[in-house]
């Protein structure tokens, strides 16, 4: 069936708004995956918070004209697929990346962050990015670093002073 052109501007409104809103996307070229496959990866696009979609190539130029990713416009050519990652930049690098290790119809053409386009071979660039929680337990780490070696320092001095005390009392006993 067709799109009739309110379907049509129905999909690029819908675009633009998660394009608006998204973090990073990941083009992907979709080499006849079966209708389960497709199902299996939106349904951990969902999992992890990204937005999926199949949109015909010249309704994804539409969409993407005058956003960050207007960049990756040259490379929307072939059934495409889409992937926007909405709260971390890493999860559609990390879902794409992931799924096309074990489903060879989907192969990485490119994906853009902060209005950059990136070719496939640096993917890992952006799938290795940290998620939210692992960002902030390492900023944690690394606040809570400064007050553990203060802590460390102060209670190794009394430690010391002790040790020096005994030994002194031993040396005494001893003669």
């Known amino acids: ?3 009739t052109r309110q379907d049509k501007e129905k999909i690029v409104a819908e675009m633009v708004a998660v394009a608006s809103q998204s973090l ?6 979709n080499h006849g995956m079966t209708a389960g496959e497709t199902t299996e990866l939106r349904a951990k696009a969902r999992q992890m918070n990204v937005y999926l979609r199949v949109v015909p190539n010249t309704l994804l130029i539409r969409a993407v004209a005058g956003t960050e990713f207007e960049c990756l416009a040259e490379q929307l050519t072939g059934p495409t697929v889409i992937a926007f990652s909405k709260e971390e930049p890493g999860s559609a690098g990390r879902l794409i990346r992931d799924f096309a290790k074990t489903h060879e119809k989907l192969g990485i053409k490119a994906f853009a962050v902060g209005g950059m386009a990136y070719d496939a071979k640096q993917i890992d660039m952006l799938a290795s990015l940290p998620t939210r929680e692992e960002a902030l337990a390492t900023l944690m780490s690394v606040m809570q670093a400064p007050v553990t070696k203060l802590a460390r320092t102060t209670s190794e001095t009394y430690a010391k002073l002790v ?3 005994a030994a002194v009392r031993d040396q005494k006993q001893a003669a």
């Not at 990073?24 to 070229?29: F, I």
Request: glycine share 0%; hydrophobic share 85%; proline share 0%.
């Open 1 to 3: 069936m067709a799109l």
């Open 163 to 165: 040790r020096a005390v």
């Open 24 to 29: 990073s996307a990941v083009v992907a070229l």
